[in-house]
T-cell receptor, first 116, second 114 residues
Framework: AQKITQTQPGMFVQEKEAVTLDCTYD???????LFWYKQPSSGEMIFLIY??????QNATEGRYSLNFQKARKSANLVISASQLGDSAMYFC?????????????FGDGTTLTVKP | DTGVSQDPRHKITKRGQNVTFRCDPI?????LYWYRQTLGQGPEFLTY????????KSRLLSDRFSAERPKGSFSTLEIQRTEQGDSAMYLC????????????FGPGTRLLVL
C-alpha cells in the first residue's frame, strides 16, 4: 500500500529565506507521480508542483522546486525567498500509475509560518 | 469554466439526519474524486468515478455513504443517519485522463454534525 510521511508538523521561516519541507513515500509501483499542494486557512487545495518517477530532472515552478531522491524515496519541497503569503498547510501526495483509479494518497501535512 | 464547484460550502445538521452534497467538476474532466479531510490531517480518499461509473470505494465509505454521478457530469455524496464522527471537510476533485495531470480541487463542503 502506498504511504506518505511528512515528519514536520510545523515549520517556521523568516521572510525572504528558503525553507525545505520534507516528504518520504513508500510504494511498490515503479511508476508514480508526486505532488505538492498548498492549503491556506480558507481551505482550498492549490496545486504547486509535480514530479514523475521517471523524470530525470528535479521539477521547478517559480519559487518552488522539488528535491527528488528516488533511491531514498524522498520528495522534499523547497520554497525559495519565502513570502508572508506562503504561510499555509502544505501536503505531499502520491499517485500510482498502476491503478485505474489514480487516486492520490496524502501525508498529514506541514504547517508553515513565515515570520516578518 | 472557472473550476470545480461544490455546494453547499457549509452544512450544520443534527445527528441522525441525512445530508447531500453536490460537486460540479471541470466540464472536460472525466475523472471525479471525493475525499474527506479532518482537522490536522491530509485528505483521505472516499470514492472515484470515471464518467458515470463508480470504479472504486474506500473502506472508509460505510453503508451510510452513497455517491452518484449521473450522466458523468455532476456528482452527489449522500450521508444517511449522520454521526458526530462524520464532521469533516468533504473535498471533490476532478482531473482529465492524463496521469501526469494534477487533480483540481473544489472549495470543499464543511460538515458539522451536532
Amino acid at each position: 500500500a502506498q504511504k506518505i510521511t511528512q515528519t514536520q508538523p510545523g515549520m517556521f521561516v523568516q521572510e525572504k529565506e528558503a525553507v525545505t519541507l520534507d516528504c518520504t513515500y513508500d510504494t511498490s509501483d515503479p511508476s508514480y507521480g508526486l505532488f505538492w499542494y498548498k492549503q491556506p486557512s480558507s481551505g482550498e487545495m492549490i496545486f504547486l508542483i509535480y514530479q514523475g518517477s521517471y523524470d530525470q530532472q528535479n521539477a521547478t515552478e517559480g519559487r518552488y522546486s522539488l528535491n527528488f531522491q528516488k533511491a531514498r524515496k524522498s520528495a522534499n519541497l523547497v520554497i525559495s525567498a519565502s513570502q508572508l503569503g506562503d504561510s499555509a498547510m502544505y501536503f505531499c501526495a502520491m499517485r500510482e500509475r498502476g491503478t485505474n483509479a489514480g487516486k492520490s494518497t496524502f501525508g498529514d501535512g506541514t504547517t508553515l509560518t513565515v515570520k516578518p | 469554466d472557472t473550476g470545480v464547484s461544490q455546494d453547499p460550502r457549509h452544512k450544520i445538521t443534527k445527528r441522525g439526519q441525512n445530508v447531500t452534497f453536490r460537486c460540479d467538476p471541470i466540464s472536460e474532466h472525466n475523472r471525479l474524486y471525493w475525499y474527506r479531510q479532518t482537522l490536522g490531517q491530509g485528505p483521505e480518499f472516499l470514492t472515484y468515478f470515471q464518467n458515470e461509473a463508480q470504479l472504486e470505494k474506500s473502506r472508509l465509505l460505510s453503508d451510510r455513504f452513497s455517491a452518484e454521478r449521473p450522466k458523468g457530469s455532476f456528482s452527489t455524496l449522500e450521508i444517511q443517519r449522520t454521526e458526530q464522527g462524520d464532521s469533516a471537510m468533504y473535498l471533490c476533485a476532478s482531473r482529465p485522463r492524463t496521469l501526469e495531470e494534477t487533480q483540481y480541487f473544489g472549495p470543499g463542503t464543511r460538515l458539522l454534525v451536532l
